[in-house]
């Protein structure tokens, strides 16, 4: 008899336990579902030059240009972040950087105090007609980052083409990609 009851209790604790181990896992796992990560807007952003993983290769210098994650929470980027240069007060110095589709375009998950990088493309403006070409010579990059309306600055001093015509495209710019960029 003392066994019988010994079985049913040792059957109801075990029940019970697993109910409840079932019912904590079920919770744990509806918590741990993923939550909707918004797009990164400027606000959250800190944008730079990556100088020291720079390369150059047929009159083309490129550069990472990494957009860091400034916030307490995780954000996301897709696409070309929009790139002009400009003089120090911020007036568009030629034309705004073309896209170089050189990566394909993904959804990239940013976490707080992480970075993504795009990459930034400088053609030598030396090799455009001087004249026709308007040198001078810049000192910001205004970077939108993708499907933004509202720009940051980094400090950025770079010979330009201040012609506006198609001819004297000197900035290009790739998709944003994951991690801080890297010497290509």
Known sequence: MFKSIRRTIIATVTALTLGLGG???ATSAASAAPAKVSACSTAQL???????EGSVAA????????????????????????????NANGGQLG??????????AKTVTIGAG???????????????TPSA????????LKVFPPNTRRADYTFFSLQVCKSTKPLFQYLFVSTVQPG?????
């Open 23 to 25: 019912a904590v896992w």
């Open 114 to 128: 992480g970075t993504a990088h795009a990459y930034l493309f400088w053609l030598q403006v030396l090799n455009f």
């Open 46 to 52: 800190a944008v730079w030059v990556n100088l020291s």
């Open 95 to 104: 034309r705004a950087a073309a896209r170089r589709p050189l990566l394909a």
């Open 59 to 86: 009159g083309t210098t490129s550069w990472p240009l990494d957009f860091t994650n400034t916030s307490s929470h995780a954000c996301t980027l897709f696409g070309y972040p929009g790139v002009s240069a400009t």
């Open 133 to 140: 070409c308007k040198l001078g010579t810049a000192s910001l």
């Open 180 to 184: 801080v960029g890297h010497m290509l």
